[in-house]
C-alpha cells in the first residue's frame, strides 16, 4: 500500500513534470535571423529590421529574434544552407545563388520582365505563396517564404569606358550574380564572371572585371562609387530577388495568429521596400551624376539593339530548364500573366 509520505511526494513530483511539460507552450520563442548584406544594405535597413520590428510589435512578447547581420554567422551564397543546417531559423535566401536548387525562382531575375520594383515584388510576391507557381520549390526544400524583395532593373556600371552601344559589351567581363543574369551577360556580348556581391568592390579594384549589373540601392553599400566611371539610367537588366525564407517546422510550431502575423508583416514589408527603392532609385541618380559619374540613358537605337538581345534570354532560359525536366515555359507564362506581361 502506498504510504502517505509516498503518494504526497509522487503528486510533488507529478505536478512539476506536468509544469515542465507546459512550460515551453507559455515561453517565448526565440528565433535566428541570419543574413550576410551590410548593416546599412536595403536588406538590413528595409527588410529584416522592419519585420522583426513589425513581428514583435503585433506579436507582444511570443517572439524574440537573434540578429546576425553582415556575414557574422553565414556569407550571402550560404544564406540557403544555413537555414537547412539549422544554422539560421529565417534567412533571405539569394535566389541568384541558389539556381541549381531553386532554378524556376530564377524567373524574376530575367531581363524585360517588370519595370519597376513594385511590378516586380507584386507579381512574385503571388508567385512564391501557398498554390502559387513557385511555391513546390519552397515546399520541397521545407522553407516557407515570409517576404519578397526585388531591386528595380538592374543598370550597367562600368568602371572604364562607358558601355553606351551592343557592341561596347563585347571584350568585357561582367560580375554576375549567377543564374539568368549569366546567360543576359552572354547574350550581350561580355564574359560573365560569377562573384558574390561583398566581393564585387575588390574584382573591380583588381580588374578580375571591368563592369558589374547592379541595382542603384547596391553601389553605395559597397562604396562602388569610389571607383565605377558611369552607369546607365534607363536599361532592364533583369533583377535580384531575395526571398526572407523560414525553416518549415519552426513556422509549424507558431500558433496560428503568429504565422499570421509573420505573413502580414512580410506583405507589408515588401510592399514598402518596393515603394522605397522605385523613389529612392531617382534620387541616386541625380546623386551619383554629383560625384562626377556619368549616369546616362541609351539612345532609343541602342536600346532597341541590347533588348532584341536580351530578348534570347528568355528562350534560352525555357530550353535550358525543360532540358531537365522542369515547367519552365508553364512558369514563365504564369509569371507574366502575374506582371500583365504579354
Request: net charge neutral; charged share 20%.
Amino acid at each position: 500500500m502506498m504510504t502517505r509520505k509516498f503518494a504526497t511526494i509522487s503528486a510533488g513530483l507529478l505536478a512539476a513534470c506536468t509544469a515542465l511539460a507546459v512550460a515551453p507552450a507559455s515561453a517565448q520563442t526565440k528565433l535566428s535571423v541570419v543574413h550576410g548584406s551590410p548593416v546599412k544594405h536595403v536588406v538590413s535597413i528595409l527588410g529584416a529590421e522592419p519585420w522583426m520590428t513589425c513581428v514583435k510589435e503585433k506579436a507582444g512578447k511570443e517572439v524574440d529574434f537573434n540578429y546576425y547581420p553582415a556575414g557574422q554567422i553565414s556569407k550571402t551564397p550560404e544564406l540557403l544552407r544555413a537555414l537547412d543546417s539549422g544554422v539560421a531559423d529565417l534567412a533571405p535566401v539569394p535566389i541568384g545563388y541558389v539556381s541549381d536548387e531553386m532554378p524556376l525562382s530564377g524567373v524574376v531575375m530575367l531581363p524585360g520582365l517588370g519595370s519597376t520594383s513594385t511590378e516586380i515584388v507584386t507579381a512574385y510576391s503571388k508567385a512564391i505563396r501557398p498554390g502559387g507557381i513557385l511555391s513546390k520549390e519552397f515546399e520541397q526544400l521545407d522553407i516557407v517564404p515570409i517576404w519578397a524583395m526585388a531591386f528595380p532593373p538592374y543598370q550597367i556600371v562600368s568602371t572604364r569606358g562607358k558601355i553606351n552601344s551592343l557592341d561596347d559589351f563585347k571584350g568585357r567581363v561582367v560580375r554576375s550574380a549567377g543564374g539568368a543574369m549569366n546567360l543576359a551577360i552572354q547574350q550581350l556580348g561580355g564574359s560573365p564572371a560569377e562573384i558574390a556581391i561583398g566581393e564585387t568592390y575588390i574584382a573591380l579594384e583588381r580588374g578580375t572585371a571591368d563592369s558589374t549589373i547592379s541595382a542603384f540601392a547596391s553601389v553605395k553599400p559597397f562604396s562602388l562609387q569610389e571607383i565605377m566611371k558611369s552607369m546607365s539610367s534607363n536599361g532592364a537588366f533583369g533583377t535580384f530577388s531575395n526571398v526572407m525564407a523560414m525553416k518549415k517546422d519552426k513556422f509549424d510550431a507558431l500558433s496560428p495568429e503568429t504565422q499570421k502575423v509573420f505573413i502580414d508583416c512580410g506583405i507589408q514589408t515588401e510592399q514598402k521596400f518596393a515603394q522605397t527603392m522605385d523613389a529612392e532609385a531617382k534620387e541616386l541618380a541625380k546623386e551619383f551624376a554629383a560625384l562626377g559619374i556619368d549616369i546616362y540613358e541609351f539612345t532609343p537605337e541602342n536600346l532597341a539593339a541590347i533588348n532584341g538581345a536580351l530578348g534570347n534570354v528568355q528562350s534560352d532560359w525555357v530550353k535550358r530548364l525543360s532540358g531537365r525536366g522542369l515547367p519552365a515555359q508553364e512558369t514563365l507564362d504564369g509569371y507574366k500573366t502575374l506582371l500583365g506581361v504579354k
